[in-house]
Structure formats: structure tokens, C-alpha cells
């Protein structure tokens, strides 16, 4: 099987917005949803960040390596994509428990992109980064980042 750049993203994205959201209140709001943002950046533009958790995943990178026979017609390659994860977690000042919540989501993430299923049979997922944190400006939030490193076959051919 052979997969693609935009379905490796697209993977992750659903595993993403698939994750349970138990226990991961923000404030008032006890049972928040997971909501897609295609920029990264617009995560701290989100007006409604209190009941998502807004995320976004970007491919950082990829490395193509020929694994054919070099052949111009479907020349098979090994790709090693670097896929970053980035969310926006609502946090109470100086509320250490909040910071707890952001890591147990960060967790619940990489649990659900590692849960093992039909598409791992094309992507070898190993996480890079699963919790780095960075307190927004404004304050009231934190962007936690997360990086996996993925290996899959794809053809390029014409």
C-alpha cells in the first residue's frame, strides 16, 4: 500500500478530532469539542476556544528516498514526514491543575493518533514531541505542540 502527504494529514486530523474529550473541561465548560483549524496561527484567533479545544496539524516535513528500481513510471519511495500538532488548551491563572488538564489532553492525543488500526498498516507513527506547552500573551492560554515522525511507501508515477 502506498499512502500520500494529504491523507497522512487527514489521518491525523480524524484521529485527532476523535479523541475523548472526558475530564478535559475548560471552566465552566465540562465536555468541550475538538474543532479543526487548517492555519496554526488561527488557533489563538478562536472566539469560541472555551468550548473547543482548537486544533491544528500541518506537515512540517518530508523526505523522499527512491526504494525502486529508478525507473521514471511509478518509482517507489520511502517518505519520512515530520507531522506537527498544535492546540490551544484554556487555563485559569496561576492553576497549576489547568496545566495538568492541557498535559493530560496532550496524552490523550497521542494515545489516540498511536491507537493501532487499519491505516497502520501504511504509517510507521513514532511520537517526537508529546508535550511542550508555551503560555499565549494573552495569558489565558496555553499552545501545546506536539511532533511525530511517520515512515510510509508512496509512488509517484505518472
Not at 21 to 30: E, P
Not at 57 to 65: E, G, V
Amino acid at each position: 500500500m502506498a499512502g500520500t502527504l494529504s491523507e497522512l494529514r487527514t489521518f491525523f486530523a480524524t484521529r485527532i478530532a476523535a479523541t475523548s474529550t472526558s475530564g478535559l473541561g475548560q471552566g465552566s465548560i465540562t465536555t468541550p469539542t475538538w474543532k479543526q483549524e487548517r492555519s496554526p496561527f488561527a488557533l489563538l484567533d478562536e472566539p469560541k476556544a472555551r468550548t473547543h479545544l482548537a486544533f491544528s496539524c500541518q506537515i512540517a516535513d518530508a523526505i523522499f528516498t527512491d526504494a525502486g528500481d529508478g525507473s521514471s513510471t511509478a518509482s517507489r519511495y520511502v517518505v519520512e514526514a515530520s507531522v506537527a500538532v498544535l492546540f490551544l488548551y484554556r487555563i485559569r491563572a496561576s492553576r497549576q491543575a489547568d496545566v495538568d488538564k492541557a498535559a493530560d489532553a496532550a496524552e490523550a492525543v497521542a494515545r489516540s493518533i498511536m491507537t493501532l488500526g487499519t491505516e497502520d498498516r501504511e504509517y510507521m507513527i513514532l511520537p517526537d514531541l508529546l508535550f511542550s506547552p508555551t503560555l499565549t500573551d494573552d495569558g489565558e492560554a496555553l499552545l501545546v505542540e506536539q511532533r511525530y515522525r511517520v515512515r510510509f511507501d508512496s509512488t509517484i508515477g505518472t
